[in-house]
């Protein structure tokens, strides 16, 4: 399965700005599905950003126009650009990826099978 890794969690007040890396290693295929879920205390681990490389992307209605997602293959690295961040944000955030995707395959947030280890964010009012 594929190794990912999470890097750029923290603190930061609200309507600040974090930028959350996920490196990848061991795909199966060339192709990439990829996402961000995350997790609050007390909650539900939830999807919030998904991508593909065929140049599909899906956010959760309450992050639209706040956070991008985007993939950088050369680097096989994903990234969550996270702007205006607000208190309800905070949760731990975790890299997914469909471990054997190929290109062109449905790409969900249910089809993902790798996980990574997840990385706080913290955001304070």
Request: with cysteine.
């Amino acid at each position: 399965q594929v190794q990912l890794v999470e890097s750029g969690g923290g603190s930061v007040q609200s309507g600040g700005s974090l930028r959350l890396s996920c490196a990848a290693s061991g795909f199966v295929y060339s192709g990439y599905c990829m996402g961000w879920f995350r997790q609050a205390p007390g909650k539900e681990r939830e999807g919030v950003a998904l991508i593909d490389d065929s140049g599909y992307i899906d956010y959760i209605h309450s992050v639209k126009g706040r956070f991008t997602i985007s993939l950088d293959k050369a680097k096989d690295t994903l990234y969550l650009q996270m702007e205006n961040l607000k208190p309800v944000d905070t949760a731990t955030y975790y890299c997914a990826a469909d471990s054997f995707y190929r290109w062109g395959g449905p790409c969900e947030y249910g089809t993902l099978n790798s996980w990574g280890s997840g990385t706080l964010v913290t955001i304070s009012s």
